[in-house]
């Protein structure tokens, strides 16, 4: 049994908004060649999966049969007077020819890679084309047409998992947080660039934490502008570390974006990618089964070391830090790690700490009893 099933298709590049569009999918063709080039699958640790589109039904677990229509009428080049009521438009969600066929294609990604949990052919699967948390159950957002990540935690569970979701995605995972906030069945975690300086601004707060019986379920993690590695790590010893562990989880859907990094254009977070792989590592840790879905990342050579970094980790393969020379010359990317540090002051720096520290202070004090967590003197929580 492979130790990773790795879902990829050329076909994942006809997502595509159009040629300005900053979500660039030839970044998910650069992962998949710079792990060919490091022979990844040869030595029967990761498998090389073929997706299968998904199909009208699956999208109707968590979409409205109107948007899923729209979605299909759209993709046919048919017009619809009500296509912004949908989320579509000139900005973040042009429609394009094919796009409900290629969004079927990475749902079904997604799907498959749920599979190989199910059925124990492999522990942990990843899907670099998934990872969509902003679409709404009745809208697309933020680049996002179809939620593969809530479609993921319906499955897990639907099949008797106990599912926390965890998001490290630079980005709230809106989308999900909506389609689960009533739900005390899946367990959201949201770690993020806070709001007040990053898209979708209008959610993502601290004080979003669930409704009814869900209340205690949905915990959102923003992070100021500025904030590195020892924030992440702060982050998970004392909020999502306890959380998992007091919620019995029996499986992770890990949504893995990679525009936390301090070289991304579109966000402002400095996470080094040691910073971001610590955060992999930790989900591994867990010793769950995960569904690890891809995300955002919109410096490709960033988004290709990243994805290559966790691949080996969830393969349980070294790789050399030296990337191969003929990806090296090809892609003009000579390491996997960082070879610059973030540039970050001091003042942010510990604006941050200051910050997460309130954060931290919320959730200990409005989520962490619902799950039975305390904290004992010197800081740290206990069940």
């Avoid at 710079?34 to 998904?54: H, M, N, W, Y």
């Avoid at 990618?273 to 610590?278: E, R």
């Avoid at 955060?279 to 867990?286: A, N, W």
Wanted: proline share 5%; with cysteine.
């Amino acid at each position: 049994m492979a130790n990773v099933a790795f879902v990829y298709s050329d076909d994942f590049l006809g997502y595509q908004f159009n040629r300005t569009h900053p979500l660039k999918q030839v970044r998910l063709q650069m992962n998949y060649r710079l792990l060919e080039a490091f022979s990844v699958f040869t030595d029967g640790t990761c498998d090389l999966v073929q997706p299968i589109p998904a199909t009208d039904s699956d999208l109707l677990t968590v979409h409205t049969p109107a948007y899923v229509n729209a979605l299909h009428d759209l993709s046919d080049g048919k017009p619809i007077l009500d296509r912004e009521l949908y989320g579509f438009g000139v900005g973040d969600n042009p429609s394009f020819p094919g796009m409900y066929e290629a969004t079927l294609l990475y749902v079904g990604a997604t799907k498959e890679a749920v599979k190989r949990i199910i059925s124990g052919e492999s522990p942990r699967a990843f899907n670099s084309s998934g990872g969509l948390h902003h679409a709404m159950p009745s809208r697309a957002a933020g680049f996002c047409l179809a939620n593969d990540c809530a479609l993921a935690a319906h499955w897990l569970r639907d099949a008797g998992h106990k599912v926390v979701y965890i998001d490290i995605d630079a980005h709230h995972g809106d989308g999900v947080q909506q389609i689960f906030y009533d739900d005390p069945s899946v367990l959201t975690i949201s770690l993020h660039e806070t709001p007040l300086t990053l898209f979708p601004r209008v959610s993502g707060f601290v004080h979003e934490v669930g409704h009814g019986k869900g209340t205690g379920y949905n915990v959102n993690i923003p992070m100021l502008a500025g904030s590195t590695d020892s924030h992440y790590q702060f982050a998970f010893r004392e909020i999502v570390n306890p959380l998992v562990q007091a919620f019995g989880a029996t499986a992770v859907v890990l949504q893995v974006g990679a525009d936390g990094h301090f070289d991304d254009p579109l966000a402002h977070l400095s996470l080094s990618s040691h910073g971001w792989l610590d955060m992999v590592r930790e989900v591994i840790g867990y010793g769950l089964p995960i569904v690890a879905l891809g995300g955002g990342g919109y410096n490709l050579k960033t988004v290709a070391r990243l994805w290559t970094l966790l691949v080996s980790e969830l393969a349980s393969q070294e790789l050399s830090d030296v990337v191969p020379d003929h990806m090296a010359k090809e892609y003009n990317i000579t390491h996997l790690h960082d070879c610059l540090p973030a540039g970050v002051t001091s003042i942010q720096i510990d604006n941050s700490w200051r910050d997460l520290r309130e954060v931290k202070q919320f959730i200990v004090d409005h989520v962490f009893p619902i799950h039975g967590l305390s904290v004992r003197p010197g800081g740290s929580t206990g069940c």
